[in-house]
């Protein structure tokens, strides 16, 4: 630690001159931090082009790339009160009539007498329960046959009949409920349907409860406690159950049962609500107006990334505004602060190979036929083709009435212009093409950028801010060695002096004596 003292013999302000000559010195300093600075700007410009970049690869995926967006149907019915009707996976228009002869129901069962419980919120020791028991259920599935691994729960003294039916709701296949008025509980599938395939009790249950004793005659928890049979079967013999029905409908002439009122038939989803006297009628057209807006949706989509991708390869670069230091800002209004700024981050990106490249590769992937396909080949048959404005950058414009009149024709023909499948470019469709060149881009904007949560030293511009780093550190490190030497030098000079002041102070009183 070097001793400093002050311009007190001197009478010079060394504070300032130190100041002031280590202010030059920062220069070279300052000069590395506006490029790391730099280079943090260009390091964050780049990251947000490749968001921008891959919102426009997500858009596609869940969007024209998607079969499913293309299928979508309008479908009309004569009696929606009775029958609901939706594409699932059908890519061609479908019509028919369907006659509902009988409503899928659930099996369900009660107990047959009052059961032990008086307080559901109590324990079941108060009501006969001595020791653990073991209980099981098994109910119907939603195919229509027996769980293969059936529902099993431990009750315990402690348990609650409350806290025994929030678990049997939750996790097995019934849903049970305790009416506090009758003291009873009762089971009901929680999947419609009959396992014999009709509606009739022939000795085949969809639900059955099993239990162990706890050792002594009636304790069982099922029989005894609650007072309910075993299945719905025995259940309906002393008129607490019943069986569950299949649906039963007459499909375009055909009769056919299903155990759900909900089931598919070629990918379409049928819903029965009602019986019905009269055939119920439907057909499907193409959603033309849902296939338009995801379409459309891709359209602005693409244009807003060719918009701000064009603008930042094409922005003013202006060499006379470099990042400001800490020290410039202390001299300058926040205003003027931020007009510096927006000029010195101007250009970060112009011209870049990158970006470039992948605006280039895009307008090619537009442009190019897709060889091999049914009916269209190229984007304009349907309605979309570039603006006429070069200066736009080759964004997208749709002809509206031309693009429904495609997708009204054939919605296939217009999913496999964007997403048909091929070994080479030319035979793949144009979002399959448009997908490769962003991801292409986007590994590598992620080499030289990195993203947010990559290490400096895994991508290039990170390795060139470490360095940045580095040569402030020595820097910095050489700055405060400086600084030590000038200010010995100063002190050493403070020191000569005031030993020559005290040297001539004693003279004179030497020669005046």
Not at 169 to 178: E, I, L
Not at 275 to 288: A, I, K, N, R
Not at 453 to 458: D, E
Request: proline share 2%; aromatic share 8%.
């Amino acid at each position: 630690m070097v001793l400093r003292i002050g311009g007190l013999a001197s009478g010079m302000d060394i504070d300032t001159l130190v100041e002031q000559l280590m202010t030059a010195e920062r220069v070279p300093l300052d000069k590395i931090n506006q490029k790391k600075t730099y280079t943090e700007w260009q390091r964050d410009d780049y990251r947000e082009m490749n968001s921008l970049l891959l919102d426009l690869d997500t858009t596609i995926f869940n969007g024209v790339a998607k079969e499913a967006s293309y299928i979508k149907k309008t479908v009309a019915i004569s009696n929606s009160d009775a029958l609901s009707v939706k594409n699932v996976n059908s890519t061609i228009d479908f019509s028919g009539t369907v006659k509902i002869e009988e409503i899928a129901s659930a099996a369900s069962m009660h107990s047959y007498t009052k059961s032990r419980v008086t307080d559901s919120s109590k324990p079941l020791s108060e009501y006969g329960l001595t020791a653990d028991q073991t209980i099981t259920i098994s109910a119907i599935n939603k195919d229509g046959v027996m769980q293969e691994k059936h529902y099993e729960l431990t009750i315990t003294k402690e348990d609650t009949l409350d806290s025994i039916i929030s678990k049997i709701n939750k996790d097995s296949g019934v849903t049970a409920f305790y009416d506090t008025f009758t003291q009873k509980i009762s089971f009901t599938a929680k999947n419609t349907g009959n396992i014999a395939g009709s509606g009739d009790i022939d000795r085949t249950p969809e639900i059955i409860l099993t239990d162990t004793g706890d050792g002594q005659v009636g304790n069982k928890f099922f029989n005894n406690i609650l007072g309910i049979n075993s299945n719905n079967v025995l259940a309906a013999d002393k008129d607490a159950g019943n069986a569950g029905t299949n649906a039963k409908v007459e499909y375009n002439g055909l009769e056919i049962t299903r155990p759900s009122n909900t089931f598919t038939i070629n990918g379409v989803e049928f819903t029965a609500k009602k019986v019905t006297t009269d055939p119920v009628t439907f057909s499907s057209t193409p959603d033309v107006d849902s296939i338009l807006d995801t379409i459309t949706q891709f359209v602005n989509k693409y244009n807003e990334a060719v918009e701000k991708i064009r603008a930042k390869t094409t922005e003013s670069k202006y060499r006379d505004y470099p990042p400001l230091t800490d020290a410039q800002k202390e001299d300058m209004s926040e205003d003027e602060i931020e007009k510096w700024e927006k000029l010195a981050k101007s250009g970060t990106l112009k011209n870049d190979s990158i970006l470039t490249n992948v605006l280039s590769k895009m307008r090619s992937n537009f442009s190019s036929p897709v060889s091999g396909t049914s009916t269209y080949t190229q984007l304009s048959q349907i309605g979309i083709t570039t603006t006429a404005n070069y200066l736009d950058g080759g964004k997208l414009t749709i002809d509206e009435d031309k693009l429904r009149e495609a997708i009204s024709a054939d919605p296939n023909a217009v999913y496999e212009l964007f997403q048909k499948d091929g070994d080479t470019s030319s035979e793949q469709g144009i979002a399959r093409r448009l997908r490769d060149s962003l991801k292409t881009a986007m590994t590598d904007i992620t080499a030289k950028a990195g993203k947010a949560s990559s290490v400096n030293n895994t991508f290039t511009l990170g390795k060139v801010l470490n360095n940045y780093s580095d040569q402030i550190t020595r820097f910095e490190d050489k700055l405060e060695m400086l600084e030590s030497r000038y200010w010995a030098r100063f002190t050493a000079m403070e020191t000569a002096i005031n030993k020559a002041n005290s040297q001539s102070t004693y003279l004179t009183s030497m020669f005046s004596s």
